[in-house]
C-alpha cells in the first residue's frame, strides 16, 4: 500500500502507530468480505469510519456497496470478520 501524509506530524503518527490506521480486510471491500467472502476492489471515494477502524467499499457510477452494508451492518461486519479469518489462514 501506499500512503500519503499531510504533514510531518502526522507521518510521525502513522509510524508510532500504523495498525491503527490500516483498513479493515487488507484494504478490500468490506461488504464483499462480508457477504460473499471475496477479495474485491474498492473506490477510495466510498469509505466508513466505525469505531475507530476504516472500512473500504466497491464503487461505480451505478453500485455503492457502503450503501448495502449500512443496511445490515452488524450482521455484514460479523461475517466479513469471520471471512477474513479465513482469508488469511489460507
Not at 487488507?26 to 472500512?55: H, Q, T
Not at 466497491?58 to 452488524?74: A, H, M, R, V
Request: with cysteine.
Amino acid at each position: 500500500m501506499v500512503y500519503y501524509y499531510s504533514s510531518q506530524k502526522n507521518l510521525a503518527l502513522f509510524k508510532k502507530s500504523p495498525d491503527k490506521y490500516l483498513p479493515q480486510y487488507g484494504g478490500w471491500c468490506a461488504y464483499a468480505m462480508g457477504d460473499y467472502g471475496e477479495k474485491v476492489s474498492i473506490n477510495p471515494e466510498s469509505f466508513l469510519v466505525r469505531d475507530n477502524k476504516l472500512y473500504l467499499f466497491y464503487k461505480t457510477f451505478f453500485t455503492n456497496t457502503k450503501e448495502k452494508w449500512l443496511d445490515d451492518i452488524d450482521a455484514l461486519q460479523k461475517n466479513a470478520d469471520i471471512n477474513w479469518k479465513k482469508t488469511i489462514t489460507k
